[in-house]
């Protein structure tokens, strides 16, 4: 079972920065690309970056299964939820994390 759990998030002032991590379980994590994304107050979830199965080491640890997130020059308009995803290709199915919040105060 494909398990995907977020946390790190909170309150940030604005220009700060912060890290978020997600979690994975339930899929061979070392192998295949991990995604993050976004939903802002009122707007569509979209993608903010992809990390690939052999990239940056600071941003994926395959040993702890993680892929983390880091965030700097925080502003405003970056407050949203902040989303894990796994996209598993034989299935097509597409899986997220319950999301861990981001708030900007300016």
């Known amino acids: 079972q494909v398990q995907l759990v977020e946390s790190g998030g909170g309150l940030v002032q604005s220009g700060g920065s912060l890290r978020v991590s997600c979690s994975a379980s339930?899929?061979?994590?070392?192998?295949?690309?991990m995604s993050w994304y976004r939903q802002g107050p009122g707007k569509e979830r979209e993608l903010v970056a992809t990390f690939s199965a052999g990239g940056d080491t600071a941003s994926r640890d395959n040993a702890k299964n993680t892929v983390y997130l880091q965030m700097n020059s925080l502003k405003a308009e970056d407050t949203a939820v902040y989303y894990c995803s796994h996209y598993a290709y034989r299935s097509g199915i597409r899986y997220w994390g319950q999301g861990t919040q981001v708030t900007v105060s300016s």
């Open positions: 339930g899929f061979t994590f070392s192998s295949l690309d």
